[in-house]
């Protein structure tokens, strides 16, 4: 049952006709024919039979509402749930007119039947498979409020299945799979272990919601989640109120442990996706290869955004389908030959990434962890001067980009960095009892230029190079500026026997523990992985700030629960302080 505190809802908007695809409450099964194409985009291959509003009950009483589209056959098939808050109708072609650049995904590519972030019933329901899409407790017709995760949306993730899997159409055999809110969802379903859930495939999935999304390193920012309350969750009852919640309580406690997943309970087949480039999911994708609980798990890091990752790349969608057939239909299709572990580097700039690597775990067993000491002259270097220095950034410059420190490494040669890199820094500030820092890593042009990275292929992108892009039309979901780590100072505690690797140490965030005004305290912090390659004269430059360093899109998101920062940041290097980076050499 849920966390044992009693949780703050909030007002939402109610669904309306039309908005997001919702047709009203109108259950019924229909036949929708070969060539159907209703939102003039992608025909349908072959009949389908669509069944709208079916309602499962879960076991508090309440019933959550799917459409099911499935193959027009006396055989039973298998299905793939895709469950999430956002309408079961909200489709993608509705969403990708929404942001920038369409992410890449072409017109005439959806049909419309898909949900959004979840597999098109036109590319799956012929290859036998039946897509289930559920409105999850609390959104569009279905009962109760709205949770985000936790053990709530667990169980009644398994209610459901188990509920599905008894219908005539299903032979006993089901899956999960979609991006973000429908791969984080996995995480807590499979946890419970539903008996008929044979295979998931969680792409692109964070899975600690306190420590990845909403209280990253102990600094709030709900900015995206602001974003998609507003566009896209409608429900008649309310939803939880991640806000009100951390204005309770800003440390770890029974509402926020609920939030993150029990990975390690998961014992069935696990197709995983990850990229570099996410802002949300990252680290959730590293902990799913390293804690679930089977050798039969699969890890492809992915070069591109998950969306068109998920709709657009053919050899993407083919594996999807092979790793399903394998799993709900038991077919012997040699999906056990896919490699277990691919990797991608990205090489910025005007350049595609390099995709698939192999690799034999993650992170890469051969890695070379380099020390790399920051220097008063705004270089790396291989130790720390003799002495103490102290160089200092505004952390309330409100600048574009932030004030920062930054400290430069020119390679010599080709090299790649692949990995978890890791800062270790020496901080103090007279204005303030606290801190938050802000860690990027840039890569930098062969005239020392910041270079960025598209997060969709060239051949799809609206601009043919980096520099042609407007920097307005730089958006997080397909620029990417390189890794980043986030510590509130007062969260500096790290119990090493949760960390998943000593380059990305685990903060409890269970107390605060402030700092005297001027003190220096010694801070690590984890950066999310990386995978850069780096032509002979191009540089990295590791920028410390005191504010957050990537695309400001969220700019009507306030910040009003708790204390940011407060004049000046200083940053000890050399000496009895030696602050560094350690770099995942490859």
């Known amino acids: 049952m849920p966390p044992p505190v009693q949780v703050a809802t909030l007002d939402i908007t109610p669904p309306t006709v039309s908005h997001n695809g919702y047709q009203g409450f109108n259950p019924r099964k229909e036949v929708l024919p070969k060539g159907w194409n209703a939102f003039n985009s992608r025909p349908l ?40 808050p956002f309408g079961k109708k909200h489709n993608g072609i509705n969403m990708m007119k929404k942001v920038r650049w369409g992410v890449g995904v072409p017109d005439g590519c959806l049909s419309g039947l898909e949900r959004f972030e979840g597999p098109d019933p036109a590319e799956y329901c012929p290859r036998g498979f039946a897509i289930v899409n559920v409105d999850a407790r609390g959104a569009g017709d279905s009962d109760g409020s709205i949770v985000i995760m936790g053990k709530q949306e667990g169980e009644d993730g398994h209610d459901v299945i188990e509920g599905l899997a008894k219908l005539p159409w299903c032979n006993g055999n089901l899956g999960l799979a979609g991006n973000s809110h429908l791969g984080i969802v996995q995480w807590f379903i499979a946890a419970t272990q539903p008996p008929s ?25 709900n900015g995206l989640f602001d974003l998609i309350t507003r566009e896209s969750i409608r429900g008649r009852h309310g939803l939880e109120d991640f806000k009100a919640m951390y204005r309770r309580c800003q440390t770890m406690n029974p509402y926020w442990e609920d939030k993150r997943a029990d990975i390690a309970s998961i014992k069935i087949p696990t197709y995983i996706v990850a990229s570099y480039s996410s802002f949300v999911h990252t680290m959730g994708s590293i902990r799913g290869w390293l804690q679930v609980n089977t050798d039969e798990k699969w890890l492809r890091w992915d070069p591109y955004q998950d969306w068109y990752d998920l709709w657009v790349d053919k050899e993407s969608k083919e594996e999807l389908a092979s790793f399903f057939s394998r799993y709900l239909k038991a077919e012997n299709n040699g999906w056990e030959k896919t490699p277990r572990l691919r990797m991608a580097s990205l090489k910025f700039g005007d350049k595609d990434p390099i995709y698939p690597i192999a690799a034999s775990d993650f992170p890469l067993p051969e890695t070379d962890y380099r020390q790399l000491f920051f220097t008063t002259d705004g270089k790396l270097a291989d130790s720390p001067p003799s002495y103490d220095r102290v160089l200092e950034y505004n952390s309330e410059s409100s600048t574009d980009p932030s004030d920062f420190v930054g400290f430069t490494h020119t390679f010599q040669q080709p090299t790649r960095l692949m990995g978890l890199p890791k800062a270790v820094l020496y901080m103090s500030c007279p204005d303030l009892d606290d801190m938050i820092i802000y860690v990027l890593i840039r890569k930098l042009d062969t005239n020392g230029n910041p270079m960025i990275n598209i997060n969709i292929p060239w051949s799809a992108a609206p601009y043919k190079t980096a520099a042609e892009i407007p920097k307005e039309e730089y958006s997080n979901l397909t620029i990417y500026y390189g890794p980043t780590g986030i510590l509130r100072a007062s969260h500096r505690a790290i119990d090493p026997s949760r960390s998943i690797h000593p380059q990305y140490p685990f903060h409890p965030h269970d107390k605060v523990e402030k700092i005297t005004p001027g003190t220096v305290v010694k801070l690590e912090i984890g950066l999310w992985a990386m995978g850069t390659d780096f032509e002979a004269g191009e540089s990295l430059r590791v920028q410390v700030s005191g504010e957050y360093p990537l695309i400001k899109e969220y700019k009507g998101a306030k910040v009003d629960l708790e204390v940011r920062n407060k004049g000046r940041h200083r940053v000890h290097v050399g000496g009895e302080t030696p602050s560094h980076v350690i770099l995942p050499f490859v």
């Open 197 to 221: 859930l044979k295979a998931i495939a969680p792409w692109e999935a964070c899975g600690d919601l306190y420590r990845e999304q909403f209280v990253r390193g102990g600094a709030w920012d």
């Open 45 to 84: 291959d072959e009949d389908l039979i669509a069944e709208h509003d079916v309602g499962i009950r879960v076991r508090d009483g309440c019933i959550l509402y799917c459409d099911v589209y499935r193959p027009v056959t006396d055989k039973p098939v298998p299905a793939i749930v895709c469950w999430s």
